[in-house]
């Protein structure tokens, strides 16, 4: 009778005993999968400092993308914007009063959107390439250079020939 009750108790210890450890590794799973690092969505290599880039609207007529400066992030020299149009979207720097850079904002490597700004550089969010102004790459994994498109600007409206 003893040994019979010493069973049943070895038995219920088993049971708890992989009850619990079922749970500690239920709850170290929900833990991992969780993705609570505090940055979910931050990017991965995307670096310090960066910073999204204002977002300005291009009317696409006529093989060309217009776009209204003033008012607008490219108002003043140095300005930099993401410019969208149904033509795609561009990286925009205003270089002078007069002069502006257009670039592609499709990542060269995998295809995603660059829109940040860092300094000087743009700055792919999702693997971390870089880009001067003028679209070469400063950092990879990105080797090609994103395209650059004529522009030319008259009347406070910048054109890129697209
Ligand atoms: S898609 Fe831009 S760095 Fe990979």
Redesign the pocket.
């Known amino acids: 009778m003893s040994d019979t009750h010493t069973l049943v108790t070895r038995r219920q210890f088993c049971a708890g005993a992989c009850q619990m450890a079922s749970c500690a590794t239920l709850a170290t799973l929900a833990s991992a999968c969780s993705g609570d690092d505090g940055s979910p969505t931050s990017p991965s290599?995307g670096g310090g400092g960066t910073s999204p880039l204002p977002v300005v609207s291009g009317q696409f007529t006529n093989s060309r993308v217009q776009v209204a400066t003033s008012g607008s992030a490219l108002a003043n020299v140095d300005g930099t914007a993401l410019v969208e149009s149904v033509a795609g979207v561009f990286l925009v720097a205003r270089t002078s009063t007069s002069t502006f850079v257009a670039i592609d904002a499709t990542?060269?490597?995998?295809?995603?959107r660059?829109s940040s700004v860092s300094g000087a550089t743009y700055v792919?969010?999702?693997?971390?390439?870089r880009y001067n102004r003028n679209g070469q790459v400063v950092q990879?994994?990105?080797r090609a250079s994103l395209r650059q498109y004529t522009t030319t600007f008259a009347n406070d409206v910048l054109t890129i020939a697209v």
């Open positions: 290599g990542c060269t490597h995998e295809g995603c660059v792919c969010p999702c693997h971390g390439s990879g994994p990105a």
